[in-house]
DNA sequence: TCCATGGCTGGACTCTATGTCCAATCTGGA
DNA sequence: TCCAGATTGGACATAGAGTCCAGCCATGGA
């Protein structure tokens, strides 16, 4: 059945929407001859391909209907609420190839909406925690924290702990920062060229790493 | 443009999308060809078809690559976040015909996400906010949000709109970050001589404030 | 004690990014 | 249409970023 052409013509279609709406959608391709399902991507009830459409109210023979149906709403055996479309895919001389439809769980979308309408959706706006105001200051309690694991005071860090804050504080993007090098060199007690010394090695994980 | 045969093609599968997606899904078919947008369901930007695509990272004509990317984050210019997928759809040959690209506007449903984990798990405590990861998507957010707020697109702001923002980003800090000058010039459409010429206004209290 | 080694240092140097300035151009309004 | 003010690209000056190197410690082994 998947290697049907028109499965591999539309699967990438189907596959995307899929993606797209994540685990609450389902999306199926009918073959309007057989009136059976050809392919299943994120299944939400138990049918297969092979299994029968059960889709006799959309003809999509009738050259005269629309190409695009719904959105329409359906009922799950549990009780779930869907929202279904369905779309009649054509060959390039124009015949129906397939039936497309897609189906949405609306369960999670209504909650949502219902809390949403329980408060008079006063659209919560954060007030943008925006930049960090002293990045000098988190320079240093980087510096702090490391210096406190290890139990030595700045100035007895090894070469490897100091790469080691380096790292964090690259990790934290810190020199992307204007004039942020010299207060780090400053933070580590160390001069700006050794700084650039760790920070190029840091940088270079290739070469010279028979340490590890 | 809309009697090429693919879009007749692969038509209904965007409409159909489009439908299901309601106002807040973009569908747009590329032609990988040209590098140009074929048609557009639902637009939220103002491109429309014979636009150039933007594409450049996907390469349809890499036949090792997946046909199907995503779902992956955008930004749009006035800061609204999206999720997106693109697939490449192809003929019965296998060629590459078209690319397919549904954009999904976030925000409603990231509002709703922020009420809803507003309740359970009180006070998230993020274990150090360190800096800003990406902080020109901070830029474009600062500038989308004024957009909204007066609703006029980037191209229409005014030169005291313009301060406006400059004041935020300066505010925030963005200008102590390095190569931060020319990504705002840029998302605020204005030459780098330009923007230097508010900022100086804008840190001049002095003078000219016969306005006040 | 002496020497060898490897990291650290200051400083010179290059190059990129920043910020200033200006003449030419554009734009909106009388 | 013309004018005044805003905008622009480009030239320029300078500061900051990053590289390089010769010399200087400190450590540890002979």
């Not at 994120?42 to 109210?57: C, F």
């Not at 050259?63 to 359906?74: H, N």
């Not at 006063?122 to 007030?127: H, Q, Y």
Request: proline fraction near 8%; charged fraction near 25%.
């Amino acid at each position: 059945m998947d290697d049907d052409p028109r499965v591999r013509t539309w699967a990438p279609v189907c596959q995307a929407v899929a993606a797209l709406l994540g685990p609450y959608a389902e999306v199926v391709l009918h073959d309007p001859g057989t009136d059976r399902i050809m392919a299943v991507w994120n299944p939400m009830s138990a049918r297969g391909p092979g299994d029968p459409s059960l889709l006799g109210e959309l003809d999509a023979l009738d050259p005269s209907a629309p190409d695009v149906f719904g959105p329409y709403e359906k009922l799950l055996a549990d009780g779930r609420r869907l929202s279904s479309v369905s779309a009649i895919l054509r060959d390039p001389d124009g015949r129906a190839s397939v039936v497309l439809c897609v189906n949405l769980d609306r369960t999670p979308l209504e909650q949502a909406a219902a809390v949403l309408s329980a408060f008079g959706a006063p659209t919560v706006s954060r007030p943008e925690p925006l930049f960090e105001h002293d990045w000098s200051e988190r320079v240093q309690h980087v510096v702090g924290s490391y210096v406190r694991e290890c139990g030595r005071p700045v100035e007895r860090l090894t070469r490897a702990d100091r790469l080691a804050v380096l790292a964090r504080l690259d990790e934290a993007k810190v020199f992307a920062v204007r004039r942020a090098t010299p207060v780090v060199a400053g933070a580590l007690r160390v001069s700006r060229s050794t700084l650039y010394g760790l920070l190029a090695e840091l940088r270079a994980p290739n070469a010279k790493d028979h340490a590890r």
